[in-house]
Each structure stands twice: as structure tokens, then as C-alpha cells.
């Protein structure tokens, strides 16, 4: 809830798909008494481009220096209760430079890893876009527009 208003609130967060030798780039976030893993990105800051968000939320998490590629996928996810409502962006990156390393100091972002995309069992991330990430990925990321993909709130 906007906390000025007491109204509902709309989120615009971009996230980051780096893939390296078969090899996702995660983030290991703890929030609320749990943790999971969620690709790297936030929140869109008003002025900014989509494109601009992903590279600079990259820098901040990750030290990586990325370039946006092109955007696969946007999803939304609706709070139950109607207090919050995410859309989110999913970018294909491409690294330019630095060492992946955790950068962030907020005490919400606790690890990185790279995960292999060839086990998609063991692979668990939200929002979760596993199933069409994995196939779009075995098929070389095919270019055929920007997907939906229906993402429940967890």
C-alpha cells in the first residue's frame, strides 16, 4: 500500500537472464523469515528505461557490466488481498565486463550463483519463468516477440 495514500501500488521491476556456459545467474534473496532465489533486477526508477534499469540494477547486485540484449518475457503478479500488483520485465543480457560478485549491502541479498539450466529440477526461482526460459533457451532464445507468461503470487 502506498503508505501516503493508503491505496494500492503498481511495481514495475526489470530482471536479468545471464546465462554462461549453461549457467543462470541467481540471486539468493531473505525476506519476510524466507529465502529464495530470485534473477537479478528491481525496480524501475521514474525517468529511467527499462534497458537503463537492468544494466544499473546489474552494476549495484552483481559488479557486472551488462548489455541489454533484447526483453523475452513480462509477467504480472496480483497480491491476493489487492494491495500490490507487480508487472515484471525479463532482459537477456550480455556480459561486457567486471566479476560477478555480491555487491548489494542491504541485508536482503545474501548469495549469487550461477545455476546450471541442464537440471531443471534443482532449479527453483521466483517469479517462476522455468518452463519457458529453459525451452526458449534449448531452442537459442528464438526471436519471436515478447511472451506473457502468468505468474501467481508467492
Avoid at 556456459?21 to 532465489?37: D, P
Avoid at 567486471?98 to 539450466?117: N, Q, R, V
Avoid at 531452442?139 to 515478447?146: A, M, N, S
Wanted: charge should be negative.
Amino acid at each position: 500500500m502506498n503508505q501516503l495514500t493508503n491505496s494500492p501500488i503498481t511495481t514495475i521491476r526489470v530482471s536479468g537472464i545471464l546465462i554462461e556456459e549453461g549457467k543462470l545467474l541467481l540471486l539468493k534473496h531473505h525476506k519476510a523469515g524466507r529465502s529464495y532465489w530470485v534473477l537479478p533486477g528491481g525496480h524501475l526508477e521514474f525517468g529511467e528505461t527499462l534497458p537503463a534499469c537492468i544494466e544499473r540494477e546489474m552494476r549495484e547486485e552483481t559488479g557486472l557490466e551488462t548489455s541489454c540484449e533484447r526483453f523475452l518475457y513480462f509477467s504480472e503478479s496480483i497480491d491476493p488481498s489487492g494491495r500490490r500488483h507487480i508487472i515484471n520485465f525479463f532482459a537477456l543480457l550480455k556480459r561486457l565486463g567486471g566479476e560477478a560478485s555480491l555487491c548489494e549491502t542491504d541485508g536482503i541479498i545474501e548469495e549469487l550463483a550461477f545455476h546450471e539450466l541442464s537440471d531443471p529440477d534443482r532449479l527453483s526461482f521466483y517469479p517462476n519463468i522455468k518452463e519457458t526460459l529453459i525451452a526458449d533457451w534449448r531452442l537459442g532464445f528464438p526471436e519471436i516477440g515478447v511472451s506473457y507468461i502468468k505468474t501467481p503470487w508467492v
